[in-house]
Protein backbone atom coordinates (compact mmCIF):
# COMPACT_ATOMS: atom_id res chain seq x y z
CA UNK A 1 0.00 0.00 0.00
CA UNK A 2 1.49 3.31 -1.33
CA UNK A 3 2.40 6.15 1.65
CA UNK A 4 -0.67 8.25 2.35
CA UNK A 5 0.89 11.47 1.14
CA UNK A 6 2.79 9.86 -1.99
CA UNK A 7 1.32 9.99 -5.32
CA UNK A 8 -0.41 7.16 -7.13
CA UNK A 9 1.12 5.39 -9.63
CA UNK A 10 -2.04 4.42 -12.47
CA UNK A 11 -2.32 3.93 -15.83
CA UNK A 12 -3.69 6.70 -18.38
CA UNK A 13 -5.14 6.54 -21.66
CA UNK A 14 -1.72 6.16 -23.60
CA UNK A 15 -0.36 3.36 -21.21
CA UNK A 16 -3.64 1.58 -21.28
CA UNK A 17 -3.55 1.48 -25.23
CA UNK A 18 0.42 0.25 -25.55
CA UNK A 19 -0.45 -2.40 -23.16
CA UNK A 20 -3.08 -3.75 -25.46
CA UNK A 21 -1.09 -3.29 -28.60
CA UNK A 22 1.77 -5.09 -26.73
CA UNK A 23 -0.34 -7.85 -25.61
CA UNK A 24 -2.58 -8.57 -28.61
CA UNK A 25 -5.64 -7.31 -26.76
CA UNK A 26 -8.99 -6.15 -28.42
CA UNK A 27 -11.82 -4.96 -26.47
CA UNK A 28 -14.24 -7.17 -27.62
CA UNK A 29 -18.71 -6.34 -26.67
CA UNK A 30 -18.85 -10.60 -25.55
CA UNK A 31 -17.11 -10.04 -22.50
CA UNK A 32 -18.04 -6.43 -21.79
CA UNK A 33 -14.52 -5.07 -22.27
CA UNK A 34 -14.40 -1.11 -21.39
CA UNK A 35 -11.45 -0.01 -19.78
CA UNK A 36 -11.58 3.20 -17.77
CA UNK A 37 -8.44 5.50 -19.03
CA UNK A 38 -8.99 8.36 -16.99
CA UNK A 39 -7.27 8.33 -13.73
CA UNK A 40 -8.73 10.64 -11.87
CA UNK A 41 -12.19 7.92 -12.74
CA UNK A 42 -9.87 5.82 -10.73
CA UNK A 43 -8.78 8.45 -7.69
CA UNK A 44 -13.27 8.79 -7.73
CA UNK A 45 -13.88 4.83 -7.67
CA UNK A 46 -11.53 4.45 -4.59
CA UNK A 47 -12.69 7.27 -2.96
CA UNK A 48 -16.08 6.28 -2.88
CA UNK A 49 -14.77 2.98 -1.73
CA UNK A 50 -14.21 3.52 1.45
CA UNK A 51 -11.07 1.06 2.35
CA UNK A 52 -9.12 0.65 4.91
CA UNK A 53 -5.23 -0.50 4.83
CA UNK A 54 -6.19 -4.07 5.89
CA UNK A 55 -8.56 -4.32 3.58
CA UNK A 56 -8.61 -7.63 0.90
CA UNK A 57 -10.83 -6.38 -2.07
CA UNK A 58 -11.65 -8.89 -4.62
CA UNK A 59 -11.98 -7.09 -8.13
CA UNK A 60 -13.74 -8.56 -10.75
CA UNK A 61 -12.94 -8.00 -14.53
CA UNK A 62 -9.28 -6.11 -14.00
CA UNK A 63 -8.75 -5.82 -17.56
CA UNK A 64 -5.64 -4.31 -18.17
CA UNK A 65 -5.19 -3.32 -14.86
CA UNK A 66 -6.13 0.79 -14.62
CA UNK A 67 -8.35 0.11 -11.04
CA UNK A 68 -6.10 -2.73 -10.17
CA UNK A 69 -3.00 -0.20 -9.41
CA UNK A 70 -5.03 1.90 -7.22
CA UNK A 71 -6.74 -0.54 -5.34
CA UNK A 72 -3.13 -2.05 -4.71
CA UNK A 73 -2.51 1.61 -3.56
CA UNK A 74 -5.33 1.59 -1.34
CA UNK A 75 -5.62 -1.71 0.31
CA UNK A 76 -3.89 -4.96 1.89
CA UNK A 77 -4.45 -7.21 -1.25
CA UNK A 78 -6.61 -7.12 -4.40
CA UNK A 79 -7.77 -10.92 -5.24
CA UNK A 80 -8.61 -10.32 -9.45
CA UNK A 81 -10.97 -12.24 -11.11
CA UNK A 82 -10.46 -12.53 -14.94
CA UNK A 83 -11.85 -14.50 -17.10
CA UNK A 84 -10.04 -13.93 -20.31
CA UNK A 85 -6.47 -15.57 -19.99
CA UNK A 86 -4.66 -13.26 -21.85
CA UNK A 87 -5.36 -10.55 -19.43
CA UNK A 88 -5.11 -12.86 -16.21
CA UNK A 89 -1.60 -13.42 -17.49
CA UNK A 90 -0.65 -9.78 -18.17
CA UNK A 91 -1.53 -8.10 -14.95
CA UNK A 92 1.15 -9.68 -12.72
CA UNK A 93 3.23 -8.76 -15.57
CA UNK A 94 2.48 -5.02 -15.40
CA UNK A 95 2.08 -4.43 -11.91
CA UNK A 96 5.95 -5.94 -11.93
CA UNK A 97 6.90 -3.81 -14.05
CA UNK A 98 5.33 -0.15 -12.71
CA UNK A 99 4.47 -0.92 -9.27
CA UNK A 100 6.81 -4.24 -8.18
CA UNK A 101 6.26 -3.35 -4.34
CA UNK A 102 3.16 -4.28 -4.89
CA UNK A 103 3.44 -7.53 -7.01
CA UNK A 104 3.36 -10.01 -4.17
CA UNK A 105 -0.06 -8.40 -2.98
CA UNK A 106 -1.82 -9.13 -6.04
CA UNK A 107 -3.33 -12.72 -6.93
CA UNK A 108 -4.90 -12.96 -10.01
CA UNK A 109 -8.17 -16.21 -10.21
CA UNK A 110 -8.84 -16.90 -14.44
CA UNK A 111 -11.76 -18.18 -14.02
CA UNK A 112 -15.52 -16.88 -15.06
CA UNK A 113 -16.43 -14.89 -12.13
CA UNK A 114 -20.23 -16.38 -12.00
CA UNK A 115 -18.60 -19.94 -11.41
CA UNK A 116 -16.55 -18.98 -8.69
CA UNK A 117 -17.39 -20.33 -5.21
CA UNK A 118 -14.47 -20.09 -3.55
CA UNK A 119 -11.17 -17.54 -3.31
CA UNK A 120 -7.69 -17.30 -2.04
CA UNK A 121 -8.07 -15.00 0.12
CA UNK A 122 -11.67 -14.23 2.27
CA UNK A 123 -12.49 -10.92 0.42
CA UNK A 124 -13.79 -7.67 2.90
CA UNK A 125 -14.73 -5.55 -0.09
CA UNK A 126 -15.16 -5.53 -3.78
CA UNK A 127 -14.68 -3.02 -6.18
CA UNK A 128 -14.69 -3.58 -9.55
CA UNK A 129 -15.99 -2.23 -13.08
CA UNK A 130 -18.20 -4.77 -13.90
CA UNK A 131 -19.08 -6.02 -17.50
CA UNK A 132 -22.42 -4.40 -18.14
CA UNK A 133 -24.31 -7.82 -19.73
CA UNK A 134 -23.23 -9.89 -16.29
CA UNK A 135 -23.57 -6.73 -13.93
CA UNK A 136 -26.70 -7.87 -11.93
CA UNK A 137 -25.92 -11.73 -11.57
CA UNK A 138 -22.14 -11.47 -10.46
CA UNK A 139 -22.97 -8.74 -7.79
CA UNK A 140 -25.66 -11.09 -6.46
CA UNK A 141 -23.60 -13.70 -6.60
CA UNK A 142 -20.54 -12.31 -4.89
CA UNK A 143 -22.64 -11.22 -1.76
CA UNK A 144 -24.49 -14.83 -1.53
CA UNK A 145 -21.27 -16.83 -1.88
CA UNK A 146 -18.74 -14.16 0.08
CA UNK A 147 -20.43 -13.35 2.93
CA UNK A 148 -17.01 -11.84 4.72
CA UNK A 149 -17.45 -8.98 1.80
CA UNK A 150 -18.52 -5.97 3.70
CA UNK A 151 -18.64 -3.01 1.31
CA UNK A 152 -19.12 -2.85 -1.91
CA UNK A 153 -18.40 -0.07 -4.82
CA UNK A 154 -19.09 -1.22 -8.59
CA UNK A 155 -19.71 0.84 -11.61
CA UNK A 156 -22.58 -0.37 -13.60
CA UNK A 157 -24.88 0.91 -16.38
CA UNK A 158 -26.48 3.81 -15.22
CA UNK A 159 -29.96 2.33 -15.51
CA UNK A 160 -28.81 -0.60 -13.67
CA UNK A 161 -27.77 1.65 -10.52
CA UNK A 162 -31.11 3.39 -11.27
CA UNK A 163 -33.00 -0.29 -10.29
CA UNK A 164 -30.43 -1.71 -8.04
CA UNK A 165 -30.71 1.87 -5.69
CA UNK A 166 -34.47 1.99 -6.21
CA UNK A 167 -37.15 2.23 -3.53
CA UNK A 168 -40.57 0.60 -3.00
CA UNK A 169 -43.00 2.19 -4.98
CA UNK A 170 -40.25 3.64 -7.45
CA UNK A 171 -40.70 2.62 -11.51
CA UNK A 172 -37.03 1.38 -11.61
CA UNK A 173 -38.36 -0.91 -8.23
CA UNK A 174 -37.80 -4.68 -9.45
CA UNK A 175 -36.11 -7.86 -8.87
CA UNK A 176 -32.56 -6.86 -8.92
CA UNK A 177 -33.56 -3.85 -6.24
CA UNK A 178 -35.42 -6.39 -3.88
CA UNK A 179 -32.42 -8.74 -3.85
CA UNK A 180 -29.61 -6.34 -3.49
CA UNK A 181 -31.17 -4.56 -0.58
CA UNK A 182 -32.13 -8.33 0.69
CA UNK A 183 -27.59 -8.25 1.29
CA UNK A 184 -26.90 -4.29 1.94
CA UNK A 185 -28.02 -0.83 1.99
CA UNK A 186 -27.78 0.54 -1.50
CA UNK A 187 -26.92 3.50 -3.12
CA UNK A 188 -26.38 5.65 -5.99
CA UNK A 189 -23.50 7.84 -5.35
CA UNK A 190 -21.72 8.88 -8.54
CA UNK A 191 -22.35 9.18 -12.22
CA UNK A 192 -19.69 8.76 -14.93
CA UNK A 193 -19.38 9.68 -18.05
CA UNK A 194 -18.50 7.79 -21.61
CA UNK A 195 -15.41 9.36 -22.30
CA UNK A 196 -13.42 7.87 -19.80
CA UNK A 197 -13.53 4.41 -21.50
CA UNK A 198 -11.92 2.55 -24.23
CA UNK A 199 -13.86 1.86 -26.46
CA UNK A 200 -16.63 3.86 -25.24
CA UNK A 201 -19.95 2.75 -23.86
CA UNK A 202 -23.21 3.39 -26.23
CA UNK A 203 -24.35 4.06 -22.47
CA UNK A 204 -23.89 6.40 -19.39
CA UNK A 205 -22.10 4.77 -15.73
CA UNK A 206 -22.69 5.04 -12.80
CA UNK A 207 -21.35 4.25 -8.91
CA UNK A 208 -23.08 1.42 -6.65
CA UNK A 209 -21.72 1.55 -2.88
CA UNK A 210 -23.17 -1.18 -1.16
CA UNK A 211 -23.27 -1.64 2.70
CA UNK A 212 -23.76 -5.33 3.87
CA UNK A 213 -26.64 -5.47 6.73
CA UNK A 214 -27.97 -8.30 8.63
CA UNK A 215 -30.32 -10.13 6.51
CA UNK A 216 -33.88 -10.57 7.05
CA UNK A 217 -34.92 -13.93 9.41
CA UNK A 218 -36.02 -16.02 6.69
CA UNK A 219 -35.23 -18.43 4.26
CA UNK A 220 -33.53 -16.47 1.19
CA UNK A 221 -34.21 -18.96 -1.48
CA UNK A 222 -38.20 -18.72 -0.59
CA UNK A 223 -37.80 -15.03 -0.45
CA UNK A 224 -36.63 -14.88 -3.74
CA UNK A 225 -38.92 -17.17 -5.60
CA UNK A 226 -41.72 -15.38 -4.16
CA UNK A 227 -39.78 -11.58 -5.38
CA UNK A 228 -39.52 -13.35 -9.02
CA UNK A 229 -43.00 -14.90 -9.56
CA UNK A 230 -44.52 -11.23 -8.19
CA UNK A 231 -42.63 -9.12 -10.32
CA UNK A 232 -42.80 -11.25 -13.42
CA UNK A 233 -46.35 -10.29 -13.89
CA UNK A 234 -45.69 -7.00 -12.06
CA UNK A 235 -49.31 -5.25 -13.33
CA UNK A 236 -51.44 -7.90 -11.44
CA UNK A 237 -52.08 -7.71 -7.98
CA UNK A 238 -50.06 -10.27 -5.87
CA UNK A 239 -53.31 -11.97 -5.20
CA UNK A 240 -53.38 -12.96 -8.98
CA UNK A 241 -49.38 -12.74 -9.55
CA UNK A 242 -48.31 -15.22 -6.83
CA UNK A 243 -51.62 -17.75 -7.69
CA UNK A 244 -49.30 -20.42 -9.34
CA UNK A 245 -46.27 -20.51 -6.40
CA UNK A 246 -49.23 -20.61 -3.56
CA UNK A 247 -51.93 -23.07 -4.08
CA UNK A 248 -54.25 -20.27 -5.97
CA UNK A 249 -55.58 -16.98 -5.82
CA UNK A 250 -57.57 -17.76 -2.76
CA UNK A 251 -54.73 -19.09 -1.31
CA UNK A 252 -52.08 -16.31 -2.32
CA UNK A 253 -54.73 -13.79 -0.90
CA UNK A 254 -55.24 -15.75 2.52
CA UNK A 255 -51.30 -16.03 2.79
CA UNK A 256 -50.86 -12.49 2.24
CA UNK A 257 -53.60 -11.48 4.16
CA UNK A 258 -51.07 -13.33 7.22
CA UNK A 259 -48.49 -11.36 6.58
CA UNK A 260 -49.90 -7.94 6.59
CA UNK A 261 -50.39 -7.16 2.92
CA UNK A 262 -52.76 -6.00 1.05
CA UNK A 263 -53.67 -8.95 -1.74
CA UNK A 264 -54.72 -6.64 -3.53
CA UNK A 265 -51.52 -4.42 -3.75
CA UNK A 266 -48.49 -4.81 -6.74
CA UNK A 267 -44.99 -6.76 -6.34
CA UNK A 268 -43.45 -2.82 -7.02
CA UNK A 269 -44.41 -1.91 -3.61
CA UNK A 270 -43.31 -4.20 -1.31
CA UNK A 271 -39.92 -3.62 1.01
CA UNK A 272 -37.38 -6.60 1.36
CA UNK A 273 -39.13 -7.05 5.04
CA UNK A 274 -42.45 -7.61 4.11
CA UNK A 275 -41.29 -10.21 0.66
CA UNK A 276 -39.72 -12.00 4.17
CA UNK A 277 -43.03 -11.56 6.33
CA UNK A 278 -44.70 -12.91 3.42
CA UNK A 279 -42.06 -15.85 3.10
CA UNK A 280 -42.44 -16.75 6.84
CA UNK A 281 -46.13 -16.93 6.42
CA UNK A 282 -45.96 -19.53 3.71
CA UNK A 283 -44.33 -21.89 5.97
Known sequence: MAEPDAPMVLLGGQDI???ASRHSVRPT??????FVTDPNTVRMIVSHAQLRPDDVV???GPGLGSLTFALLQSCAHVVAVEVDETLAAALPETVAQRLPE????LLVVNADALSVRELPQAPTAMVSNLPYNVAVPVLLSFLERFPSIERVLVMVQAEVADRLAAKPGSRTYGVPSVKAQWYAEVRKVATVGRNVFWPA????SALV???RRAQPAADRARVFSLVDAGFAQRRKTLRSALAAILGGADAAADTLTRAGIDPGSRAEVLSVDDWARLAHACS
Open 17 to 19: REL
Open 29 to 34: KQRGQN
Open 58 to 60: VEV
Open 102 to 105: AVAR
Open 201 to 204: PNVD
Open 209 to 211: FLQ
